[in-house]
């Protein structure tokens, strides 16, 4: 199978490195700038093992050979369209596309531009980022990829997918739910966004500050699943409920990091998304409106600093 990492991020870099590492045919596909640092090699380090691949498989659109059986996205929210754009060659009439982005406005527009039936759910957790040297550093022990069908159930696709992705050293896991699931995700990443965001501070200062205030944006985003159709497990509800209310935490959404280092920030994917929903089932979540107006200041501030 051959298999198209598209964004040679923290994530495609850690979850491509690992298939190369276990034998898969790997091609990763970058920007010519991306492409010049990792023509010296691809480093992982990892408390599952570090890796090194001297001479990596890349490609650039212009010189993209396909088509694929596999395309494993993992760019930011923000730069899909142009992910799209660039990956398109590869894709042919059997190719799977496995998204791993926050949110859920990328499957629409995966879905519309090459077709519901090539589209797979999927999400995964991992705490990785780049150092200043373009390398990627896993952080903690944990690191798993969830995919299934859109519709449910298993598949002859997901087995034989499944099949490739098992045996390198991440946790590969086959879901008959996984839309369900990615909805979870999206619901406790808007909600830690939300809350850390807006206060600028860790859940431990918050919860010190207004112990009510973390619940109360998960309740928010929690009811915009439920009547979404997409209600999340009990287990997973009482997960999330522990890591925003638990005092003297360090937790901080990734988002709020970004902030801090001045970077771009997915606040229309992650928040404004889900308002949009909220207003189609008639949720109202004021909460989650303020947090999204505070993100939305920040966007316009950086916009209007960029053209001084």
Same mark, same amino acid.
């Given at each position: ?71 494993? @996205?993992?760019?930011? &929210?923000?730069?899909?369209?142009? $992910?799209? /754009? +660039?990956?398109? =060659? #590869? ?78 050293k991440f946790d590969a896991l086959p879901v008959d739910s996984i839309m369900r699931e990615m909805w979870e995700k999206w619901l406790f990443i808007a ?6 965001? @807006?206060?600028?501070? &860790?859940?431990?200062?918050?919860? $010190?500050? /207004? +112990?009510?205030? =973390? #619940? ?16 999340p497990s009990a287990p997973a509800l009482e997960r999330f409920g522990t890591i925003l209310n638990t005092p003297g935490s360090p937790f901080t959404a ?31 979540c004021p909460l989650l409106r303020l947090a999204y107006v505070h993100l939305k200041t920040y966007e316009a501030r950086k916009t209007r600093e960029a053209?001084?």
């Amino acid at each position: 199978m051959r298999i198209l990492v598209m964004g040679v991020g923290a994530l495609g870099g850690y979850f491509g490195a690992r298939l190369v590492e276990a034998g898969r045919d790997v091609t990763f596909l970058v920007r010519a700038r991306r492409a010049a640092k990792l023509r010296s090699g691809l480093v992982v380090r990892s408390p599952a093992g570090d890796i090194t691949l001297a001479d990596p498989q890349l490609a650039t659109a212009e010189t993209l050979k396909p088509p694929f059986d596999l395309v494993l @996205l993992s760019c930011k &929210a923000f730069d899909l369209d142009g $992910a799209m /754009d +660039a990956m398109a =060659p #590869a894709i042919g009439p059997t190719t799977a596309i496995l998204p791993l982005l926050n949110g859920m406005s990328h499957m629409d527009a995966l879905n519309a531009r090459f077709g519901k039936s090539r589209v797979l759910g999927g999400w995964c957790a991992i705490s990785a980022t780049l150092n200043a040297e373009g390398d990627v550093l896993h952080l903690q022990p944990f690191h798993s990829l969830s995919f299934g069908e859109q519709d449910g159930g298993r598949s002859d696709r997901i087995a034989a997918i499944a099949g490739v992705l098992s045996g390198a050293k991440f946790d590969a896991l086959p879901v008959d739910s996984i839309m369900r699931e990615m909805w979870e995700k999206w619901l406790f990443i808007a909600a830690a966004a939300g809350v850390t965001c @807006l206060m600028r501070g &860790a859940v431990g200062d918050i919860v $010190a500050a /207004d +112990a009510s205030l =973390p #619940a109360k944006f998960l309740d928010e985003c929690t009811s915009v699943a439920v009547k979404s159709g997409f209600a999340p497990s009990a287990p997973a509800l009482e997960r999330f409920g522990t890591i925003l209310n638990t005092p003297g935490s360090p937790f901080t959404a990734s988002m709020l990091r970004d902030i801090e280092a001045g970077l771009r920030i997915e606040a229309d994917h992650v928040i404004g998304d889900l308002l949009t929903r909220g207003d189609r089932v008639g949720q109202a979540c004021p909460l989650l409106r303020l947090a999204y107006v505070h993100l939305k200041t920040y966007e316009a501030r950086k916009t209007r600093e960029a053209k001084h």
